[in-house]
């Protein structure tokens, strides 16, 4: 088991630190993405750290490794949710509104006023 919980700190390891890296292939650029389900196997895989692994060099070096990675992916996600203040304050008034509207339509459709009308 120990060597299990390792081997998937290894992986949570490059996945967070492969989006450091400024390449631009999409294999890179992919690991942006699932922040969310990192947290929760970085949570996991420092749960199971806890309850199976005694007290060795390599444990100590696993839960430093996860909880590094924890907080790193942590402050990335905390902005975007309930637990941070809001940087917007809400509108006080409703006597005047906007409305966008945004169209995919085929570049070569030349057919304009059925998408106005």
Same mark, same amino acid.
């Given at each position: 088991?120990?060597w299990?919980i390792? $081997? %998937? +700190?290894? !992986? #949570?390891?490059v996945?967070?630190?492969?989006? *450091? =890296?400024?390449h631009?292939?999409? +294999? !890179?650029? =992919?690991?942006? &993405?699932?922040?969310?389900?990192? !947290?929760?196997?970085t ?8 309850a199976? &692994?005694?007290? $060795?060099?390599l +444990?100590?070096i696993?839960?430093f490794?996860?909880?590094a990675c %924890?907080? &790193?992916q /942590?402050w990335?996600i /905390? ?5 941070w ?5 809400h509108a006080?008034?409703?006597?005047q509104?906007?409305s #966008?509207?945004?169209?995919?339509v ?6 304009f $006023? *059925?998408l %106005?009308s």
């Amino acid at each position: 088991m120990t060597w299990i919980i390792a $081997s %998937l +700190s290894v !992986v #949570i390891l490059v996945a967070t630190l492969l989006p *450091l =890296a400024k390449h631009p292939h999409w +294999s !890179v650029r =992919a690991m942006e &993405f699932p922040r969310l389900q990192l !947290v929760t196997m970085t949570a996991v895989a420092l749960m199971l750290c806890i309850a199976f &692994f005694k007290l $060795s060099l390599l +444990s100590v070096i696993t839960m430093f490794v996860l909880t590094a990675c %924890l907080c &790193f992916q /942590l402050w990335w996600i /905390l902005p975007y949710t309930p637990l941070w203040p809001v940087e917007v304050k809400h509108a006080t008034s409703n006597t005047q509104t906007m409305s #966008i509207l945004t169209a995919n339509v085929l570049q070569t459709n030349r057919q304009f $006023s *059925l998408l %106005l009308s």
